[in-house]
């Protein structure tokens, strides 16, 4: 623009442009250029120096610390009231992958009117709600859910504490140790540090412990179904079943009293001769 200018000014004067006129017009130019960015660099808004006064004077804190990161234990404990069991079982151990969990205990029970499992599941904590929420469906009853959530931060931080404080004693008696001359101060040395030992390897047992506990939330699901035509009104089986169930318990006590009888014939075989002389006694008397 300053070059076309100056054009335009030279042949409005019908003088000749020079080389060094174009040079000086642009070097003005780009020194007013710069003045005027320097200018805007001067201008500072006044609530940053404000707030920058405030953050300079505010203390650093440390985020970054592991040992106040929440530890929280959680645990789900839920029955599910199933109308196939069988889809159901399958669903459940095709998909704990998807969350990263795993099965730490499993116990399936079956009986002539009800089928049954109950399993324990470990899973990230991140997923825990995700996993829990996965367990619901047109054909799915939840009968019982209960969530409990554990903070024990202070537990881990305080333990951490104290086996530091105790690592701190046991590397004093171990100082004494190397000035210990005779062999009784040696073994009452070495008793304490074994002691104090003993300590650091509960509590570090401790922190891995919770630590563990808080990465893997638990989840005790119990899921069931009726089956031979039994239902959920009274919990109790239908009546085909109650009916086979009676003839085999008549058949079972009459199983039972045959073997106790034979069992017992020492015993009946004295109560028949006994019976058998005291009515010949009295025969004779008579």
């Given at each position: 623009m300053a070059i076309f200018a100056m054009m335009l000014y030279a042949c409005n004067s019908g003088k000749p442009l020079k080389v060094q006129d174009i040079q000086a017009s642009l070097d003005q130019t780009v020194t007013a250029n710069n003045k005027e960015e320097e200018n805007k660099q001067k201008i500072v808004n006044p609530a940053d120096t404000v707030a920058a006064g405030i953050n300079n004077n505010i203390p650093s804190v440390k985020q970054d610390n592991p040992d106040w990161d929440k530890k929280i234990i959680k645990t789900a404990d839920m029955q599910l009231q199933l109308d196939d069991y069988k889809k159901f079982n399958t669903s459940v151990h095709?998909?704990?992958?998807?969350?990263?969990?795993?099965?730490?205990?499993?116990?399936?029970?079956?009986?002539?009117?009800k089928i049954e499992n109950s399993i324990t599941i470990?899973?990230?904590?991140?997923?825990?709600?995700?996993?829990?929420?996965?367990?619901?469906?047109?054909?799915?009853?939840?009968?019982?859910?209960?969530?409990?959530?554990?903070?024990?931060?202070?537990?881990?931080?305080?333990?951490?504490?104290?086996?530091?404080?105790?690592?701190?004693?046991?590397?004093?008696?171990?100082?004494?140790?190397?000035?210990?001359?005779?062999?009784?101060?040696?073994?009452?040395?070495?008793?304490?540090?074994n002691g104090i030992q003993e300590d650091i390897e509960a509590a570090s047992s401790r922190i891995n412990y919770l630590q563990h506990s808080a990465a893997y939330s638990t989840v005790n699901l119990s899921y069931y179904q009726y089956i031979n035509g039994s239902t959920s009104n009274d919990g109790r089986p239908g009546f085909f079943t109650q009916l086979t169930d009676a003839f085999l318990n008549g058949t079972s006590m009459l199983s039972q009293l045959v073997l106790f009888a034979i069992s017992s014939w020492p015993f009946l075989l004295g109560i028949f001769l006994f019976w058998f002389f005291v009515k010949k006694f009295k025969l004779k008397k008579a």
């Open positions: 095709n998909s704990l992958q998807h969350f990263g969990a795993y099965i730490a205990e499993e116990k399936q029970e079956e009986t002539d009117y470990k899973v990230p904590v991140e997923q825990f709600d995700d996993l829990v929420n996965s367990f619901s469906g047109d054909d799915i009853k939840i009968v019982e859910k209960n969530i409990d959530r554990s903070d024990v931060t202070g537990e881990v931080v305080d333990t951490k504490a104290r086996m530091q404080a105790k690592m701190a004693v046991r590397d004093k008696y171990i100082e004494l140790l190397k000035q210990a001359r005779s062999m009784k101060d040696i073994l009452e040395v070495q008793t304490e540090i």
